[in-house]
């Protein structure tokens, strides 16, 4: 699909200047870039229970399995379900059970999606909804966006499962550049990062997109892509649900040229 490349670096200066900031103060720059982007989707969630609250839940494996799983996880950053799958099938201790909670995809009834136009966002009415969300809800950018022709593009996004370090930084820049990722952001959450692209592609183009990241695990998470394949978007957080939870924040600005 034909969109407006950024061909033009002048709006980097506002974008560097997001560096440090909560990831909201994107939005506007986002829309600056892409002149075509007629309105933007959130959406407040209620948070569903993680696979580790489920199998607790299910009787789960056993304690030494468990034990040895949130190791790795805690040690290595091996996705806790890696680790509690690898380790029962080696033992010969994985039911079938297991493996029908982790394929759970909830329709999420518990969530509401509000669109805000181009005018709304730049505005700032959005930040109603940021700064208070439903009770018990958290809320999230989708990457679909509509398109003043009526047409629907994607922001690309990723959800990373690396620590923090310069090392994980300069991977991951090797990474975008492989799944050709042109200029986009690189957001800071408490764990790990996550990626905003800044190129917008079509529907088609971000299940290529995600699926070229696939061949990339166990850098980037996978069951995040699963869920997003199987949504049709992918998405972000902008605000936890609780107020302990840190705000994710705009770590680097990335392009093209990066050296």
Same mark, same amino acid.
């Given at each position: 699909?034909?969109? *407006?490349?950024?061909?033009? %670096?002048?709006?980097?200066? +506002? ?11 994107? %939005? ?13 989707? #959130? ?40 680790? !509690?799958? *690898?380790?029962? %099938?080696?033992?010969?201790? %994985?039911?079938?059970? #297991? ?8 329709? @999420? ?5 509000y669109r805000f136009t181009r005018s709304e966002v730049l505005a ?15 809320? &999230? ?10 047409? !629907? ?6 959800? #990373? ?8 930084? &300069? ?35 971000? +299940?290529? #997109? ?28 902008? $605000?936890? $649900? ?12 990335? *392009? @093209?040229?990066?050296?």
């Amino acid at each position: 699909m034909k969109t *407006n490349r950024m061909t033009v %670096l002048d709006p980097l200066h +506002t974008l560097n200047d997001c560096v440090g900031k909560p990831a909201r103060v994107l %939005l506007p720059c986002i829309l600056d870039l892409h002149h075509e982007i007629a309105a933007i989707t #959130f959406v407040a969630y209620r948070p569903a229970p993680n696979l580790a609250e489920r199998l607790e839940e299910d009787g789960g494996p056993s304690r030494e399995i468990l034990h040895c799983a949130e190791d790795l996880h805690n040690r290595y950053g091996v996705g806790f379900w890696d680790s !509690i799958l *690898n380790i029962g %099938l080696r033992r010969g201790e %994985l039911g079938s059970r #297991f493996v029908e909670l982790a394929l759970i995809h909830d329709a @999420a009834p518990d969530e509401r999606e509000y669109r805000f136009t181009r005018s709304e966002v730049l505005a700032g009415r959005h930040a109603t909804l940021l700064d208070s969300p439903p009770e018990g809800y958290g809320v &999230a950018i989708s990457s679909r966006v509509h398109l003043e022709d009526g047409s !629907i593009a994607h922001l690309p996004m990723l959800d #990373f499962r690396c620590p923090h370090s310069a090392g994980a930084i &300069a991977m991951l820049r090797s990474a975008l550049a492989a799944m050709g990722q042109g200029q986009g952001v690189l957001v800071r959450s408490p764990r790990s990062y996550h990626y905003y692209g800044l190129d917008l592609v079509s529907e088609r183009g971000l +299940t290529t #997109f995600l699926a070229r990241a696939l061949l990339a695990a166990p850098i980037v998470d996978a069951r995040y892509i699963g869920h997003r394949l199987l949504d049709g978007a992918c998405r972000l957080r902008l $605000v936890a $649900v609780s107020s302990k939870g840190d705000a994710p924040v705009v770590h680097e600005i990335l *392009n @093209a040229h990066h050296s």
